[in-house]
């Protein structure tokens, strides 16, 4: 089993929101053969605590117009980490540091990376 087209369409959405609010370098990993609480974990970075929060609104928003209702919410008031749960994508937004730190993407660098088929200036942050 794999990551269902559903996850990768709401994968899709969040960063496309998440882009035009100033994320930084999207990476979408399938973790549906090792979690069994979702299927991608949705990695991405903001440059201030201000630009995170930006970024985690933006996503909410463009979330619930498609109606997709966000289960729970951590680490808004401090804007360093907030991770959004939207049952089969959770998502990490990281201001650039922490994201560095705590390196997300080598932890899980056994879940193949999901292609999100985003315009080319999209993946260029």
């Given at each position: 089993?794999?990551?269902?087209?559903?996850?990768?369409?709401?994968?899709?959405l969040?960063?496309?929101?998440a882009?035009?609010?100033?994320?930084?370098?999207?990476?979408?990993?399938?973790v549906?053969?090792?979690?069994?609480?979702?299927d991608?974990?949705l990695?991405?970075s903001?440059?201030?605590?201000?630009?995170?929060?930006?970024v985690?609104?933006?996503?909410d928003?463009?979330?619930?117009?498609?109606?997709?209702?966000r289960?729970?919410?951590?680490?808004?008031?401090?804007?360093r980490?907030?991770?959004?749960?939207?049952?089969?994508?959770?998502?990490h937004?990281?201001?650039?540091?922490?994201r560095e730190?705590?390196?997300?993407?080598?932890?899980?660098?056994?879940?193949?990376r999901?292609d999100l088929?985003?315009?080319?200036?999209?993946?260029?942050?």
């Amino acid at each position: 089993m794999t990551a269902s087209e559903i996850s990768i369409e709401l994968a899709r959405l969040a960063t496309e929101a998440a882009l035009e609010r100033g994320a930084i370098d999207p990476v979408a990993i399938d973790v549906s053969e090792r979690v069994f609480l979702t299927d991608i974990f949705l990695v991405l970075s903001a440059d201030s605590d201000r630009g995170v929060r930006a970024v985690a609104d933006a996503v909410d928003e463009a979330m619930l117009k498609a109606g997709h209702k966000r289960l729970r919410r951590e680490g808004h008031d401090q804007a360093r980490w907030i991770l959004q749960d939207y049952d089969h994508l959770v998502i990490h937004v990281f201001l650039q540091e922490d994201r560095e730190f705590y390196d997300l993407e080598r932890l899980w660098a056994d879940g193949p990376r999901v292609d999100l088929q985003l315009p080319e200036a999209a993946n260029q942050d």
